[in-house]
């Protein structure tokens, strides 16, 4: 479903040109479980960006089921964003103004559903993580791992194909990592197709398919058997 | 995004930055009161001269000789100077039927003393016809007789404040003052009323008419003014006025005739634009409102970076996150227009409870301009803020950014 060919994305430091991602050709199928692993700086967000349609490479071409996303303009690929694709990070990302129910909300109220549609979409989601009970709580009075599985239930809402997680446990103690990962994995489970970058070894190991990135390549790739 | 859902969003906003949002709102208030405010003054002075005209009950119209060449008219025909207004013209004039009461007037300034006490006057010359016009009377002696109309009497009538001057408070009735060359005797003093038309009255001396001809030595007068009798038509007795006129000074209608109606127009002309004038500079506070809402929204545009960033990456577009910073400033405006609104209508009503005299009263486009002033102030200066809120590169917004 996701086909990547020859993508590049150069940066300028100090009028020498730093390539985070390098000639990267790549295709994930439906319902896989990728990790890409690998030292920092080696362009595993710039990669996960890219596959969020968050950034447009400099060259190369990027397929999702088929639609050229290069020549979709800035609207269609929100719109593509918005339907397809859901993101989680490594600092959560949740508005602070907002309670829990509001935060897992937002994606629907940009998308204009209604508010029954809504109402029931979310409390199924935070059913899912497990936050049914907090969800008029507002961030600041979540834990951690709360507050990353209040940004899993938001980036699961919209019902996406494909999640991309950046560093999902990096700012969590060992067992709030853990749990996090078994939301995630039982999500992948139901069919949904899961990216999750890592420093984490444990957690890299954990996925079917290893991806390893050295300075903007693909340098691994490697599939192992479920279990 | 369903419109309730943005301006809740846009509350949400407003609730967790109370005191900017407080102090945006104010911003915006003031400038919409002060248009509403400033322009109720030059409303309020409009219906106050209005009112003043129809108190005064009477329509008067008054001749000026020669005749005003900015109105048009035919052009003045080879060697016709303009031709005095005389008595015997105002003794015509009089006997039109639509005309009530008359004053031919002759007027100049002279010294008047008394003893040794004298000074420079203005001297009115009249008839009893100037106390019914102009609705005076005296607050000692009497008026003029019926025979001032006709002969050159010895006699005058005192401004209150003229009478205090000369004779401090002792009576004046019955005394002589000199005017002019000519001896008088006071046979009245004006009841004090103020300025009457631009004339102090208190400061007036008035004589016969005709004494005033052989004062001033001229036989032309300074204008005419007339009452029209109730009900009679004001154009038809313009008219009849032109036609006199005419039947007498071989054909030429060489006067200038100004009605009550046409001066109440005119200040009414005047003090319309000199309303809009102070509602333009009232407006000006509106700007300076939508200048700080450019800067401040910019501040706030850079601090909610990350925010906006997220917006885009859970499938906000870029006209999206536009339209909710645009509609954020525009929501901010309309609350400062209610707010406005009624702070102006509040303290109308109660300058209105304290100087009843004066009918304080926002004329009926102030609070459509206010708003529509304040409404493209905030489009035109939220806009910067907007488009930058929809240029912020999410990878960039969100790299690094702890909670
Ligand atoms: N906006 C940017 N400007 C300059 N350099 C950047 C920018 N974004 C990323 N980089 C650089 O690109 C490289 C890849 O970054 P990134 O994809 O974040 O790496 P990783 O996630 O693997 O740590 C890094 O060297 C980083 O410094
Ligand atoms: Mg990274």
Redesign the interface.
Known sequence: MIQLRGLNKTYQMGGQPLHALRDLDMDIQTGEYVSVMGPSGSGKSTLLNMLGLLDRPDSGSYHINGIATEQLVEEQRAALRRDNIGFIFQAFHLIGRLNAFENVELPMVLAGETTRARREAVEHVLQLVGLLDRKHHRPGQLSGGQLQRVAIARAIVMKPRILLADEPTGNLDQSSGRDIVNVLENLNSEGITLVVVTHDGNLGQRAQRRVRMVDGQIVEDERHAPG | ??LA?QLR?NW??F??NALRTGLLLLAVAIGVASVVMLTSVGEGARRYIDREFSSLGNRLIVVFPGRNETVGGRPPLFGNSPRDLTLDDADALARIPSIGAIAPIIAGTTIISRDNRSREAMVMGSGRGFFAVRQMTVSQGQIFPERANTDALSICVLGAELKHELFGNNRAVGEWVRVGERRMRVTGVLADTGESFGIDMSNLVLIPVKTAEQLFNSPGLFRVIMELKEGADENLAKQRIYQVIRERHDGEDDITIVTQDSMLESFNNILTALTLAIGAIGAISLLVAGILIMNISLISVSQRR??I????????????VRQLFLGESMLLVCLGIVAGIAFAYGAVFLVRQLYPVFPLMPPWWAVPAAAATALAAGLVFSWLPAKRAAGVD??LA??????
Do not use: H, T, Y
């Not at chain 2, 960033?309 to 999206?320: D, E, F, T, V």
């Not at chain 2, 969100?398 to 909670?403: C, E, K």
């Open positions: 995004m369903r859902d969003f949400q906003v609730s967790g990350a925010e960033g997220l917006l885009k990456a859970i499938g906000a577009s870029r006209n999206q999410p990878v969100m790299r690094g950014v702890l909670q």
